[in-house]
């Protein structure tokens, strides 16, 4: 089978960044997988600007010590469960705007990145100050240092507190925070003794923060004695132990087989891996250099790495809204469609994040999956009821009417949209009527499936040629293959 | 005439169920009904980490009543079930079912190193992993994996809800979540998805996967929808999320479906303020449900087949805080309802007030010793493997 250039292309943009936009989907026939990968790069260099939601501490959950002290119990309880709600609704807020610039942003590398290591350095705490910060941590490093970032992630108040390290003193340690540093931001399960996690846990100990937020080292709480950690020993603190994680190539094999199965392939190819993890701790955990290596392989586009992934209910919405530039009546509606697919921005499921592929899917998730595209369109006048005419028992409905009413409890939320149609009907400018719905679904899916044209035909407006184009495409993403990347 | 008729919708629901099944997948259909007699759970999950001491009362126990001076319900208030053990007075039909044998109480349940985060311990419980391991899978998934293996429609496990749980989500097999059998139907009788699904031809691991999910969506569907019609449930029932969900469930326990879990929650239980007005609310809830469901179950002569439990994520700590309410706290208690118990009433010790850890109840069953009698002594199944261990069985069943 022959791989063309625009699959190659779409499958860079679909791993790499959130799929193609309307405005250059057209362009992707010439370019060639090289030059995209520069622009990708390019569209990323700039640091990024802080997601804020809350200004300080004080919004985010603690008020300050003085306030605290003057209020009786009762009042202190009615103000922190105020607290609690601002900060939930403040998450709301960071979860929309993240997701906007995943949609919007220019520098989808590194938003694509973040999502990874939002993943990846699973936290979940309502303080949305905390969230704010951590989350602006890894958009930062996304493309930077592995180690710089497990540093600073490792400071963060959001993942002290996670991870209970303000509960970690010498004399009674708590273990939570070392063992889950190796067996999930860094070695993995297997690679480390029950005694290296003890020994690790008495060297964090007086790593906390202080109700401003910031990390402090309590040095009355921190174990001075000697520790001994994957067989070194000495009298160790929190960034010694992170630095002897680092020099265990064990870490960059960990690491590079997690980003394999999430970028390349869940099945991971041995030879790539070991490729791949040897350049990445020779480079020093260049985070850069690695997605280089991966996106500049050949055998990055051969066919069994394309369409295969299952895109996760955050890629599958920014990936929508890329292709269909749309207004949503209520962006809020987004965190619905979160919550029923299960992938809820700052709410992953455990320490150990969201664990994707096939468990993305059940029948529940996969019947919204098919209907999201039905519901953004519900408002749209066009109709294709001359060729479904044994359609009878809607009587004397609009289609429009129909679809209203068929997804009325997502519509009724505010999640159908305004879709700018212009330039998404651009990109097919060029393309002749017979070859239109091939060209179509060749922009729309990565599965090497295909669907029965012959079919589709019967469920495509074919009053204008714009009808045609905007049926086509929601009846596409109405697919089990618009699932997969 | 009745007969006729279920017959005649049964062969309706399989003629086009196969149909439906695109090519690939067809060899593995097959009829799978199951005998009347049928033993069926039902899960009742108390969402939020429900008080239990104010559940099932210790009402001569001196440390509970200093340890709750607002919160504490009196002896007199309680509903008596022994000298030393009251219900909640929200709980009369539960003092009913005490009453005429046909109640367990199981108390201390919990796991060791029991984690207060809301999330992490109703996953310790849904996937019954031990609290420092993560799975992805569910006790009632993994029922699945090894129940409904080849078979062609997961109903075996059936939520009612619009999200299904992890202790639903197997390896191989996910149970499926709805709402009502209606819209569940009517949300995937779209022509457009039968016959896409009708003319996929095996192409990749992937996207095989998501059309084998369709196609045991839409033909679950159409079966869950057929049964739901086949006898619907006559009984009258609250007008509130609970009853209406019960209900549903009653109406495919007196078809012939062969579901044999349901799975329904209730809540929020966080009752970190003012605990009193929230658990009452709740309890009446529960109470006004279950006993409607009941009085069905009886009048059906299913209640010797349907074992209802209830549980929640965690108990709340001994002493009430400053709010009139409860923080988090661990060990729990457990009710079991059913016409075919082997032990009634008050299975085990009060929890020992005496002997706490840190403020909380030490807990003194494991609640994955309750999961291996369900699912040994009650579905007949394999508990070793769903559970990963051979845990002891307990003996109310």
């Known amino acids: 089978m022959i791989i063309s250039n625009r699959l190659k292309n779409q499958h860079l943009l679909w791993r790499a960044a959130f799929g193609p936009m309307a405005e250059n989907a057209a362009s992707l026939d010439e370019l060639s997988q090289k030059k995209l990968w520069a622009l990708l790069l390019k569209s990323s260099a700039k640091e990024p600007v802080k997601i804020a939601v809350a200004q300080n501490l004080a919004d985010g959950l603690y008020m300050g010590v003085m306030d605290a002290a003057k209020q009786n119990e009762a009042t202190k309880a009615e103000q922190g469960r105020k607290k609690r709600q601002q900060s939930r609704d403040d998450l709301k807020s960071l979860n929309i705007l993240w997701l906007q610039e995943m949609v919007n942003s220019e520098a989808q590398l590194r938003e694509k990145m973040s999502l990874f290591w939002h993943g990846h350095f699973a936290c979940r705490v309502i303080n949305s100050f905390f969230q704010q910060e951590l989350l602006h941590i890894i958009r930062t490093n996304a493309l930077g240092n592995f180690g710089d970032m497990l540093k600073e992630v490792s400071k963060s108040p959001s993942m002290l507190q996670f991870l209970n390290n303000q509960q970690n003193k010498k004399g009674n340690p708590n273990e939570n925070f070392a063992r889950e540093v190796m067996e999930l931001f860094t070695m993995g399960r297997g690679n480390y003794t029950e005694n290296d996690i003890k020994e690790a846990a008495r060297a964090f100990t007086g790593w906390g923060f202080n109700l401003q937020g910031e990390f402090v080292f309590r040095k009355n709480q921190h174990d001075t004695e000697t520790k001994t950690i994957l067989g070194k020993t000495g009298n160790f603190d929190g960034d010694d132990v992170l630095n002897i994680l680092l020099d265990q190539p064990q870490t960059a094999v960990f690491i590079t087989q997690k980003l394999y199965k999430y970028f390349v392939n869940e099945t991971v190819d041995d030879k790539n891996l070991q490729w791949l993890s040897q350049r990445f701790y020779d480079n020093k955990y260049d985070i850069k250099k690695l997605l280089e290596d991966i996106y500049t392989s050949d055998w990055f586009y051969t066919q069994k790495n394309i369409g295969n992934k299952i895109k996760s209910p955050v890629e599958l919405l920014a990936g929508i ?46 019947m919204v999956r098919l209907q999201i595209p039905q519901v953004l369109a519900a408002k749209e006048s066009f109709t294709i009821r001359a060729k479904n005419d044994d359609d009878v028992n809607m009587g004397q409905m609009t289609e429009q009417q129909q679809r209203i009413n068929k997804n009325k409890i997502y519509v009724s939320r505010g999640a159908s949209a305004n879709i700018d149609w212009a330039p998404v009907i651009k990109i097919f400018e060029k393309d002749k009527r017979e070859n239109l719905l091939q060209k179509i679904a060749d922009t729309l899916l990565q599965s090497p499936s295909s669907i029965d044209t012959k079919l589709l035909e019967k469920y495509i407006a074919t009053d204008s040629r714009e009808n045609f184009i905007k049926t086509a495409i929601i009846q596409l993403m109405t697919t089990p293959e618009y699932q997969l990347c | 005439m009745i007969i006729k008729r279920k017959e005649f919708l049964q062969i309706g629901s399989l003629a086009t169920a196969s149909v439906m099944l695109p090519k690939f997948l067809q060899a593995f259909e097959k009829k799978n009904m199951v005998p009347p007699g049928n033993k069926v759970v039902v899960v009742i999950q108390f969402s939020g980490g429900n008080d239990g001491l104010n559940t099932v ?131 995937s009788n779209e022509r457009f998805y039968k016959e896409i699904n009708a003319s996929h031809q095996s192409s990749g691991e992937s996207v095989d996967y998501l059309y084998k ?132 009433g008050v299975l085990n010790d009060m929890p020992d007030l005496s002997d706490l850890n840190d403020g909380d109840l030490k807990h003194k069953v494991d609640f994955k010793n309750v999961y291996a009698t369900v699912l040994n002594k009650w579905l007949g199944s394999d508990d070793k493997t769903i559970l990963g261990k051979q845990y002891d069985y307990l003996k109310f069943i």
């Open chain 1, 321 to 366: 809204r890329r292709l269909l530039p749309l207004e949503l009546d209520n962006d809020q509606s987004q965190l619905l469609f979160q919550k029923v697919l299960g992938q809820i921005l700052f709410y992953p499921p455990n320490v150990a994040g969201w664990p994707g592929g096939r468990t993305w899917i059940d029948s529940s998730t996969l």
């Open chain 2, 213 to 344: 999910t369709m196609s045991e969506t839409l033909s679950s569907a159409d079966y869950i929808f057929k049964q739901s019609k086949l006898n619907p449930s006559t009984g009258i029932y609250p007008n509130t999320d609970l009853g209406k969900n019960l209900k549903t469930i009653s109406s495919l326990i007196l078809s012939d479906i062969n579901t044999k879990v349901y799975y329904v929650s209730l809540g929020s239980f966080d009752t970190h303020v003012n605990q009193e007005a929230q658990q009452k609310r709740l309890f009446t809830e529960l109470n006004d449900a279950v006993k409607a469901f009941t009085t069905d179950l009886k009048k059906n002569n299913r209640f010797d087949d349907v074992l209802m439990m209830t549980f929640s994520e965690f108990g709340r700590r001994v002493s009430q805080n400053a709010s009139n309410g409860t923080d988090h706290g661990t060990a729990n208690n457990m009710f079991f309802i059913s016409g075919g118990l082997k032990q009634k």
């Open chain 2, 57 to 187: 009362i210790p009402i001569s126990n001196d440390i509970y009543y200093k340890s709750r001076p607002k919160l504490g319900i009196t002896k007199e208030k309680a509903l008596g079930l022994t000298g030393d053990v009251g219900l909640n007075p929200a709980l009369e039909a539960f003092k009913g079912f005490y009453d005429d044998g046909s109640l367990a109480i199981l108390n201390s349940v919990g796991y060791p190193n029991p984690d207060r985060s809301h999330f992490r311990s109703m996953d310790i419980w849904h996937s019954a992993s031990a609290s420092n391991e993560y799975l992805y899978t569910g006790w009632l998934g993994r029922y699945l994996d090894a129940q409904c293996k080849g078979c062609d429609k997961p109903t075996q496990a059936l939520e009612i809800d619009d999200i299904l749980s992890l202790a639903l989500k197997g390896n191989e097999k996910n149970g499926l979540a709805f709402t009502d059998p209606r819209r569940l139907y009517s949300s």
